[in-house]
């Protein structure tokens, strides 16, 4: 059975960090792009990045460009996402997803709440 | 990177068939035969219904399809049932990024 447990989130104050993860078991990691997708409280989904499955390329949506990283590893079975320079519009539930016939498996998400 | 453009609310009865539309620009959905549909019920991850713009997934009841003109995506359940009261997302292929609508609540009357 595919499943993808986020880890990490958390409450954070403006302008600090804090690093997600995304465990994932019953498929071969090593073969799939995947994906990070946040949802702010009550508001819709925006996707956030993507890697490859080698993590050779990797993008991020304007809003957390040189902010975010995302990586892998590929031996862990673990995507990663680092958030830093965090602000209070990064709150949210973050999503991994596996890119597959559509975005196939979701994660339950890991809530983020950036506050003083 | 704006968001592709939904209805914010749709509605039918039971048995009725309801569409929702997603319209983008000729960079995204226009421009790539990956438009994918996903619904989510509150509280819960999203659970995609349609890729590739017609694709159904294993599992996927055949109420479901997809469709797509120019830059508009189309997404038409037929048969409706309480269950499919939810939100509903497009998503679409963007070169090397991917970009949502922004949500479409279906009330079943």
């Known amino acids: 059975e595919v499943q993808l447990v986020e880890s990490g989130g958390g409450l954070v104050q403006p302008g600090g960090s804090l690093r997600l993860s995304c465990t994932a078991s019953g498929f071969t990691f090593s073969s799939f792009r995947m994906h990070w997708v946040r949802q702010a409280p009550g508001k819709g989904l925006v996707w956030v990045s993507l890697i490859n499955s080698d993590g050779s390329n990797t993008n991020y949506a304007d809003s957390v460009k040189g902010r975010f990283t995302i990586s892998r590893d590929n031996a862990k079975n673990t995507l990663y996402l680092q958030m830093n320079t965090l602000r209070a519009e990064d709150t949210g539930v973050y999503f991994c997803?596996?890119?597959?016939?559509?975005?196939?498996?979701w994660g339950q998400g890991t809530l983020v709440s950036v506050s003083s | 990177q704006s968001a592709l453009t939904q209805p914010r609310s749709v509605s039918g009865s039971p048995g009725q068939s309801v569409t929702i539309s997603c319209t983008g620009t000729s960079s995204d959905v226009g421009g790539y035969n990956y438009v994918s549909w996903y619904r989510q019920h509150p509280g819960k991850a999203p659970k995609v219904v349609i890729y590739d713009v017609t694709e159904r997934p294993s599992g996927v009841p055949d109420r479901f399809s997809g469709s797509k003109s120019g830059n508009t995506a189309s997404l038409t359940i037929s048969g409706l049932q309480a269950e499919d009261e939810a939100d509903y997302y497009c998503?679409?292929?963007?070169?090397?990024?991917?970009?949502f609508g922004g949500g479409t609540k279906l009330t079943v009357l």
């Open positions: 998503c679409s292929y963007a070169g090397n990024s991917l970009i």
């Open positions: 997803t596996r890119d597959y016939l559509g975005l196939g498996y």
